[in-house]
């Protein structure tokens, strides 16, 4: 008998509301099992608590079933016996963005809140590895510690109770689920049993809870609540062990204590949790289906950095918004960012809701931008213009201005037109020689352009032109009308600093060569240092799943770059110059019984290589059109210094990695993988050297390795078909998820496009390169309005700024609050050095107060003509201001 420790039960589930089955097959189980879970909270005096998931979208689900059990839920939360929230959905950690896994908390928690409580514990059990600033964003809404599971070992951790820090010296404590958050699923029915399990399981536990709180997780993946569960307890209470039944709150205020009282000093963790010892962490997760990644990554993006923005800059104008409809696309965001979501470790069915889902995204936020646009056409001053002016709008959503060029799309009826500023200064534009193609939904339309107008460019009688102009006379944080002035004419032109070279182009900062077999070499004119064999793109069998990349046996890597290929001009001009690279070559068709077969598909793969006006960066556009199964393709750069650490860009800042992981505990010393160095980014990953700076910047990809220290490699396209595989060479035994066929994920016959840049600077540009991320992943919007009134409408002006940021910080969020109708600004420090007395200018009649995450008030800040300064910002960290 073993009496020895307090015995600590929490009940719970962890719900994958899509994973093995779609979201309504699940919710067909999740109907039975609260109901069950309902009926035994209200009538066993004895089940004391249930923990529902830290997560409350599967709660959502119930209720849109059945409406009418509301109040029954709510009664429990308040009576704090059901636990819900903190989060909207379980995320994945590492690749959405740090705003996106905020607001998932700050959804989550205040639809928790409004049935009376919200868990006020972090909880994340099944995410496959744990994020560096996962303490920082639960402290940042108020939770008292975390749990967490995934990514931990022994060897880092002496005891499960232990000291989490994170961004901005945040310290919370935190406790690891020492045998996984599903060790004991349940009492078996038979008492004799559960005795033995006792005994089992006691001694394992007893070595990870030092001060003799034993923690064991009563639940599972869909583990429906034992209705024998609390008599169980019962019993063994009469038998002498000191048990009790708990929830996370609870349980982790009486473990502190107990430390405590025993004088035990925690262990302080800081950084991110990779070790898959106890538990698989699936590296290479982060390059299974990137098309829809890259997808995702765009439309988080245009939420949280244009969407917002916009409505924020016409509410401010006398427009209108709520924020429930905002939010309702936000939850379409985080269901696709659902852990197994984002993954795509499903079955196809599960692959096709989540594309589904992007359609939705795709139509919603498109018409969220365009209704800021029709806002402008109903309310500014338009009463000057004649029949043979239109009008070009143009929306800056960043706080700063601009050194680019906006892409505009116009079906017109003349090709002859001079664009004016409203002061009737001329806006040169330079028409592009290609046109990029256009889809036919009418939502697109709706947005880009006329419908009725795209039917008459296939008829002949209007035209669709694309051209760029500069975007430096756009305002901060605002919009600017230009008018369309047909059968006018001009000689101004557009004029950059570009110009064709011999295989290649230059400008001020960068000389670009296109050697023959399609590598770049570059030179940073800046320091004068040369760049040699960038952008080589590699090609190998991969003999994973949906989870894992795993090698073949005895592969060979192939050098696509050794197939001589074509190359084209077909961008030439002052701001722009555009190659064209296409290489055609035969590739294993797939991997038959871990060796790649001698029979070859087709590969082709089309890159577009631009240099831009003014630009530090390259610019690369690629597709790959893919015919082959069950292989990787990368693009790979090298640096002309070595490090044996890279530096990527995170959520709130930046992240150092060693490039090879050295203290694995090994497959062969009962570690459930062998971790490859193969990491996710948000923006940017370079060397982690102090020489001059080449950055890879990406707008999509986000899965990078690190080779030879030197060798920075993307992950372009992963291709396998099999949602789980036993015996792979990196993780032997069981499989992950079931041995089935997943077609989609090979991606074959489809064409992957993904879009990525090189940033060449001095080694004291960091800011710059973390602003020319920002840039090239939030594009001005540009709509041309030839429906319009022409007449006075509210005598809104021609340009408008709102509000602007100090260069020394980024943007996070500009947004309407959650309750009332105040504005929200969250200020991102995510430089690696604390700064003092940012300013924000805002119009000089607003109220302004510094906030927490929840937009609760904490201080007024002095509006001083229109300049806040904030005190200080540590580095990595974000603030909340709130403008009335």
Known sequence: MLFLSNIHFIPHVHWDREWLRSTDASRIKLCYFFDRL????????????????????????????????????????????????????????????????????????????????????????????????????????????????????????????????????????????????????????????????????????????????????????????????????????????????????????????????????????????????????????????????????????????????????????????????????????????????????????????????????????????????????????????????????LFNTLPYQRQDFAFVSMIVKDKDFVLKRHDGTIVPYQFMNETKETCHDIEYYNGMENFHDSGEVLEGTKFKVQFKIDTSFLPPMGYEILKVCFKEKTSTSLQGDVSVMNHGAQNKYLSVVIEEDGTLTVTNKLTGETYHHLHTLL???????????????????????????????????????????????????????????????????????????????????????????????RVAFDDIYTSKQNCSQDQLGTIIRDNVITNQKGIENGATEYVLPIYAMQRFVKLNHQNAIMSLLSQGPLEYEVENDQRICLTLLRSVGKFGKADLLIRPGRSSGYRMDTPSSQ???????????????????????????????????????????????????????????DTRVELMAYKKAECGQASVIRILNNRDEDIENVVLYIPADKKCYLGDALEEKQEELENQDGKIYIKSMMSNTFVTVIIE
Request: glycine share 6%; charged share 25%; aromatic share 10%.
């Open 38 to 393: 309902i009926d035994m909270l209200e009538n066993d005096p004895q089940m004391k608590y249930f923990t529902f998931d830290g997560q409350t979208a599967a709660l959502e689900d119930y209720l849109s079933i059945k409406p009418f059990q509301k109040e029954r839920i709510a009664r429990l939360v308040k009576a704090r016996k059901l636990f819900i929230g903190p989060w909207y959905v379980q995320p994945d950690m590492i690749i959405p963005s740090g705003e996106a896994l905020l607001r998932n908390l700050i959804i989550g928690s205040q639809y928790a809140q409004s049935f009376g409580h919200c868990l006020q514990v972090g909880w994340v059990p099944d995410a496959f590895g744990q994020n560096k600033i996962t303490p920082y964003l639960f402290k940042q809404i108020g939770m008292k510690g975390v749990y967490a599971w995934r990514g931990f070992d022994y060897d880092c951790l002496e005891d499960s109770l232990f000291l989490w820090e994170g961004n901005g010296n945040t310290v919370l404590p935190a406790i690891h689920f020492a045998l996984g958050y599903g060790h004991y699923r349940g009492f078996p029915e038979d008492y004799e049993d559960v005795k033995k399990d006792m005994e089992n399981f006691i001694p394992k536990l007893k070595e990870r809870y030092q001060d003799g709180e034993i923690l064991f997780m009563l639940g599972s993946d869909y583990a429906f609540p034992r209705r024998h569960s609390s008599q169980m307890i019962n019993r063994l209470q009469k038998d002498g062990y000191q048990c009790q039944m708990t929830n996370p709150e609870d349980y982790l205020e009486n473990i502190l204590k107990a430390a405590k009282q025993n004088h035990h000093e925690l262990k302080v963790y800081k950084g991110e949790a990779r070790s898959a010892t106890l538990g698989r962490i699936h590296a290479g997760i982060t390059s299974t289906r990137v098309d829809i990644k890259n997808a995702m990554r765009y439309y988080e993006t245009i939420m949280a950095k244009v969407v917002e923005p916009m409505v924020s800059m016409t509410r401010s104008l006398g427009g209108h918004c709520d924020q429930e409809l905002i939010n309702y696309f936000w939850k379409i965001i985080f269901k696709n960012q659902f852990h197994d979501s984002i993954y795509s470790s499903s079955p196809d069915s599960i692959n096709h809701t989540v594309e589904n889902r992007l359609l939705n995204l795709r139509h919603g936020l498109n018409e969220l931008i365009w209704m800021n646009f029709r806002f402008l056409a109903e309310t500014v001053d338009l009463s000057e213009l004649n029949d043979q002016e239109d009008i070009l709008v």
């Open 539 to 633: 090609e190998k069998g991969d003999d994973g799943d949906e989870y894992n990349y795993s090698p073949c046996i005895d592969d060979q890597e192939i050098r696509i770059n050794d197939v001589k290929p074509t190359i084209e001009l077909v961008e030439s001009s002052s701001i722009e110059v555009k190659y064209r690279i296409t290489f055609d070559t035969a590739v294993p068709s797939k991997v038959v019984d871990h060796h790649r077969s001698q029979e070859t598909k087709p590969l082709r793969i089309i890159t577009d290589v631009s240099l831009k006006a003014h630009s530090q960066t390259v610019d690369f556009e690629t597709t790959i059109e893919n015919h082959s199964c069950d292989h990787i393709v």
């Open 747 to 805: 991606l074959l016959d489809k064409k992957v496009t993904s879009q990525y840049s090189l940033f060449f600077g001095e080694s004291q540009q960091m800011s710059d390169l973390v602003r020319t991320a920002e840039i090239l992943n939030t594009p001005v919007q540009t709509r041309y309005l030839n429906d319009i009134s022409r007449q006075k409408n509210k005598g809104l002006k021609w340009q408008y700024e709102d509000i602007k940021l």
